[in-house]
């Protein structure tokens, strides 16, 4: 999914409008929030950049021909800048050189991280519900409060999560409206909206 597709006004406009249509049929407060990226990125790009200048320096060694020390320098000088280059261009390289265990542990600091810091935790009944969307990592994450978390959601919400996160591999956008549309009905019967419900976190995207 192109970070435009997220960052575009009327995107994000539709999303907005989720988040109301959510929350007109229940108790709960969702927040969508969503970040270009989660993991320390700059510790891929010097990461690609060792291995560029790795790799240069031993393809010069390599070579018949003698080089002389300032070549040697430059050459691989100039192998780091292109692999540091190539990662900060390709977030498939990011997310190789990151690694799976490290962008896990990534996301799910910074979805705890976020639900602190826009209030998620702040309502009056403890009925936050936060989705994080990290776009580099291509994941989606669901963080419910005290309240919606006693509601044993805990299954229905991972498999949410998982589609929205599929639906961000694949760039469809709908598809991702749509995995949170199913948000709509087991918030509903998990907690209806009451009669003198308050709105009591912003409904548009942070």
Do not use: H
Not at 108 to 118: D, I, N, Q
Not at 130 to 144: A, G, N, T, W
Not at 169 to 185: K, M, N, S, T, V
Not at 191 to 206: G, I, T, Y
């Amino acid at each position: 999914m192109a970070l435009s597709d997220f960052f575009d006004p009327a995107a994000r406009a539709r999303a907005t409008q989720l988040v109301r249509d959510l929350e007109a049929s229940s108790a709960a407060e969702v927040v969508i929030t969503v970040r270009k990226s989660t993991a320390d990125v700059w510790l891929a790009v010097w990461r690609a950049g060792g291995l560029g200048a790795a790799l240069t320096g031993a393809t010069v060694l390599l070579l018949p021909r003698l080089f002389t020390w300032q070549e040697i320098a430059l050459d691989t000088s100039l192998g780091f800048f292109l692999g540091a280059l190539l990662a900060s261009l390709c977030p498939a390289t990011v997310r190789w050189l990151s690694g799976e265990a490290r962008l896990r542990a990534a996301l799910e600091r910074g979805a705890r991280a976020a639900f602190y810091e826009l209030g998620v935790s702040r309502t009056t009944g403890r009925t936050g519900l936060l989705v994080y969307v990290s776009v580099l990592e291509r994941s989606v994450q669901l963080v419910p409060d005290l309240a919606l978390g006693a509601c044993a959601l805990d299954e229905a919400l991972a498999e949410i999560a998982r589609a929205a996160s599929q639906a961000l591999r694949r760039g469809d956008f709908e598809a991702f409206l749509d995995a949170l549309r199913a948000l709509g009905p087991l918030l509903g019967a998990a907690m209806p909206r009451a009669e003198d419900d308050v709105n009591e976190l912003s409904d548009e995207v942070q």
